[in-house]
């Protein structure tokens, strides 16, 4: 079989992108660029100019190719012919971004907030580029159909998703995980043991095959499709199965997707709090990043609280492969065939995990930022801007407004600010910063009080890399993904497995949001 | 989504999962140590 289509298509994609990027370069969008800010400065000026560059050069040269070459059976054809189809994702990817959810934006914010919730509609809704996104790639997928020359490439979208988790390690140290990692454990290990439980308890109240139970309950349970696929042969699923299954995952995690960000917004949570909300009640890692990115798209701390729940989660997945092999074979007479559960943890386990904990690991030792740092955030006041220094009469309004502060504490770090025109330490600057988020001292205080904390917090340029490479990759996997979503996998899921994954998902979404509410603060 | 591929599956161009975390774990590296190069 001949992969590649002699067709223009990647041709014309590469042409597209380079007159984006010439346009953009030449000024002849500036007038749009304003629209689409709304008053203020147009946030993807710098992407404009860069990425569709290189993208529409590559695609350019590759696709008059495939256009104009001649193309044989092999590896070659095989992985070549996938550049269409990744191309063409990322132009939708590029045109939802750049254009389309902000001119959604724009038409939202015309209509003015709404009502108490001071949050525009697309705000509430969480209508931006990354829901966008998996919209257009759904409406392609079920109303267009997929071209055909772009078919195999769609499928490198879960690659791009795996190769962001990955690097999402590079942006955790130590010190962050230490902490978060000990509420990602318990609150984890609650709701994946009492997912799986119900499943099964509910699976057998209803009378639904054993495999069948057992296949959902790690689905349900642990991490959608990778716990789905690695469970199955512990309890013996069959493939229509394991379909109902990962259609009822999708299923529910679609409508988790999108009705999560707008509870989180119309509750008012924290990133952090959204953050281990999602990735503790939605079942696939693609839709906590999806739901994640969705309530925070112009930043990453919610994807990185959720993701840091989300790879708790699949590191229980050998627990629950043992689990379910212990309870299948007690409950199977007719079991015939031995499973050697130590083998099919060594062989399903998710290998992209490991290396995500494989770049925390390089992460921690300082090699990409300096290990003290905080979401790629960290203190130095060695290296302070002559120009971010406090002047003399941002000092004497420090000065006149001192006598408000209470707090010894507080009073100190003041004092020391003071005298040296700059936060003195990493302890000071954590008591400076309550005490601007306090608002004691005065507006104008305050104000000069957060730049002082601006001016001794640095963010690490390869962190900041690495941000931009993760929010595309994800961009590229959700569009991609999105693709994937027929309607026909989604009627997959009707009938019993839909019904128990309703309950237990629902009664976990509920159950994580208390949890979360009650027990999760700003930084956990 | 259907298969009409005779090679990986419908929702991969890899025949296996593993293989294809093995390559998100190539082009993960490729990408953090270029970063780590240029930065």
Redesign the interface.
């Known amino acids: 079989?001949v992969y590649t289509k002699k067709s223009p298509a990647l041709f014309i994609i590469g042409v597209i992108m380079l007159a984006i990027w010439y346009a953009a370069g030449n000024g002849m969008l500036d007038g749009y660029m304003e629209h689409l800010a709304a008053g203020k400065k147009y946030k993807y000026g710098a992407e404009l100019m860069s990425i569709p560059m290189y993208f529409g050069l590559i695609s350019v040269v590759i696709g008059a190719w495939q256009w104009f070459g001649s193309h044989t059976e092999g590896s070659w054809d095989?992985?070549s012919s996938?550049i269409a189809g990744g191309m063409f994702i990322l132009l939708i990817a590029m045109l939802v971004r750049w254009f389309v959810a902000p001119e959604v934006a724009v038409i939202s914010m015309s209509f003015g907030k709404i009502g108490d919730t001071g949050k525009y509609i697309h705000k509430l809704l969480g209508l931006n580029y990354v829901v966008m996104g998996i919209v257009t790639g759904i409406i392609i997928?079920n109303v267009f159909k997929v071209p055909e020359w772009a078919?195999?490439g769609v499928?490198?979208s879960?690659?791009g998703l795996?190769?962001g988790?990955?690097?999402l390690g590079?942006l955790y140290s130590a010190a962050e995980l230490k902490n978060l990692g000990g509420l990602s454990i318990i609150m984890i290990g609650f709701f994946v043991l009492g997912s799986v439980g119900l499943v099964l308890w509910m699976g057998a109240r209803r009378g639904i095959p054993n495999s069948m139970g057992g296949v959902l309950s790690a689905g349900m349970g642990v991490c959608g499709v990778?716990a789905t696929?690695a469970s199955a042969p512990v309890v013996q699923a069959k493939s229509v199965e394991i379909a109902y299954t990962i259609g009822t995952i999708l299923l529910w995690g679609v409508g988790c997707m999108f009705i999560f960000p707008i509870i989180g917004n119309l509750l008012g949570m924290s990133y952090v709090q959204f953050g281990a909300w999602a990735g503790t009640g939605i079942l696939n890692s693609a839709q906590v990043a999806g739901a994640a990115l969705a309530y925070q798209p112009d930043g990453i701390e919610t994807l990185k609280v959720a993701e840091i729940f989300n790879i708790t989660r699949v590191l229980v997945l050998p627990i629950i492969v043992l689990w379910l092999a212990v309870w299948y074979v007690k409950r199977e007479e007719s079991v015939t065939e031995t499973v050697n559960v130590g083998q099919v943890v060594f062989?399903?386990f998710?290998?992209?995990v490991?290396?995500f904990i494989?770049?925390f690991a390089?992460s921690t030792t300082g090699?990409?930022a300096p290990a003290n740092h905080y979401k790629g955030k960290y203190f130095d006041n060695t290296n302070v801007k002559a120009s971010k220094m406090m002047t003399e009469k941002q000092i004497a309004v420090l000065t006149a407004n001192s006598d408000k502060v209470q707090r010894a504490d507080r009073k100190a770090a003041l004092s020391r600010l003071i005298a040296g025109g700059k936060i003195a330490s990493i302890e000071d600057d954590a008591t400076i910063r309550g005490l601007a988020n306090s608002k004691i001292m005065g507006k104008e205080s305050g104000k000069i009080l957060k730049k002082a904390h601006k001016a001794v917090r640095h963010t690490a340029?390869?962190i900041k890399?690495?941000r931009q490479?993760i929010t595309w990759l994800f961009a590229f996997g959700l569009v991609g993904l999105g693709m994937?979503i027929?309607v026909s996998?989604m009627k997959q899921a009707g009938g019993q497995p839909a019904v128990i994954g309703g309950v237990v998902g629902l009664t976990k979404a509920v159950l994580s949001l208390v949890v979360v509410l009650l027990i999760v603060s700003e930084t956990v | 989504m259907e298969n009409k591929f005779d090679r990986g599956s419908s929702l991969s161009i890899f025949g296996s999962d593993r293989r294809e975390d093995f390559m998100a774990l190539v082009f993960a590296l490729v990408i953090a140590f270029s970063v780590y190069a240029a930065y």
């Open positions: 079989m095989y992985y996938t997928v078919q195999n499928r490198l879960r690659l795996k190769t988790v990955i690097l590079t990778s696929v062989e399903k998710p290998v992209f490991l290396g494989l770049l390089l090699m990409f340029k390869k890399a690495f490479w994937q027929t996998s």
